[in-house]
């Protein structure tokens, strides 16, 4: 039909913590959340991957983007940009940047993310 119904989930090495809200038929959503999460010290990375909900069959992965503990220490005041989403299956083509907000604040390690938009 030419459009999606776009969702995100961010994990934390590998463990699913945030699941965003489904925007129906688009191609450029905007999604507007932010959440705080607590790091545990050792984490490596976090990934936020985009999804297309399906009600017929298994939901789709469009593209992910890894943001990993070296690159957030490169931004101590945090990352907020566009982002080009990477492949997750090695046999599908990617297209498409997500934009994101991400900071790790104070001592007790508290990601602060901001899943804004897509495209």
Partial sequence: TGSSDPYCIVKIDDETIIRTATVWKTLSPFWGEEYEVHLQPTFHSVSIYVMDEDALSRDDVIG???????????????????????????????QGEIHLRVEVQGSQRLLCCSVLEAR
């Fill in 64 to 94: 992910k983007v890894c943001i990993t503990r070296d690159m957030l220490a490169e931004h101590p005041k945090g990352y907020s940009g566009w982002m080009s989403l990477s492949e997750v299956d090695p046999d599908e083509e990617v």
